[in-house]
């Protein structure tokens, strides 16, 4: 079965400094997501990515934040200067994605990196 | 704004129950609605998905979805106790398309007690 994957598990960085989120989609997935998860709050939407240029972002992704394809398979999301609220899951996801409105867009997620700012 | 909204619990149903876990969502042109389950410390994992009106069977999943009154539910049959978890119902934006972030509620606790 074809899953998402994400380097690293844990990542521990000192405030200000900048990081770098890995993921490999599923191989014939052509969306991309990112999403958060402060501990004990909801999942939230970050940014898609589609085609080599971001399809939509939410609020919280400001001009800290960035997304990459570097290569055929990786997907990163930076974060230029890290704040203590950074800290968080970092879940990736992708779809086959569709046109189609009747499509599901069914999204799997990866295992998530956790972030932890200092 | 986009709201979802579930009850967080804990609700605490007896092995081999049904589970009934609820959500509404506030965005009246909503396209497509998913459940997902969150183990403690993991991700997200995706158990069903609906678009239409209707009743959507898989397994001992049933999904529902009442696009009138905003709400989409899920029911367990033959609850196990490795069905302890937290239910996160999603809803994705009015394109439909690939493109939308989904819109997740904050989950609702399920225990089953053996």
């Known amino acids: 079965e074809p899953e998402v994957t994400q380097t690293p598990s844990h990542q521990v960085t000192q405030m200000g400094q900048e990081v770098i989120l890995r993921c490999v989609p599923i191989?014939?997935?052509?969306?991309f997501y990112w999403y958060r998860q402060i501990l004990g709050q909801k999942v939230e939407f970050l940014v898609s990515?589609?085609?080599?240029?971001?399809?939509?972002k939410s609020e919280i992704f400001d001009d800290q934040f960035s997304v990459e394809r570097p290569d055929g398979s990786n997907f990163t999301l930076k974060i230029r200067s890290t704040k203590l609220e950074d800290s968080a899951m970092y879940f990736c996801?992708?779809?086959?994605?569709?046109?189609?409105?009747?499509?599901?867009?069914?999204?799997?997620f990866g295992p998530g990196t956790r972030l932890t700012v200092l | 704004q986009k709201e979802v909204e579930q009850n967080s619990g804990p609700l605490s149903v007896p092995e081999g129950a049904i589970a009934s876990l609820n959500c509404t969502y506030s965005?009246?042109?909503?396209?497509?609605f998913f459940w997902y389950r969150q183990y403690s410390g993991k991700s997200p994992e995706l158990i069903m998905s609906?678009?239409?009106?209707g009743d959507k069977e898989d397994g001992r999943f049933t999904a529902q979805l009442n696009k009138a009154s905003q709400y989409v539910s899920l029911l367990i049959r033959d609850s196990q106790p490795s069905d302890s978890a937290t239910y996160l119902c999603?809803?994705?934006?009015?394109?439909?398309?690939?493109?939308?972030?989904?819109?997740f509620g904050k989950g609702t606790h399920l225990i089953i007690q053996p």
């Open positions: 996801a992708s779809s086959v994605g569709s046109l189609d409105p009747s499509s599901y867009n069914e999204q799997f």
């Open positions: 965005d009246r042109v909503s396209q497509s």
């Open positions: 609906i678009y239409s009106n």
């Open positions: 990515f589609y085609n080599n240029e971001i399809s939509e």
């Open positions: 999603a809803v994705k934006g009015r394109s439909g398309g690939g493109a939308d972030g989904l819109t």
């Open positions: 191989s014939n997935h052509l969306y």
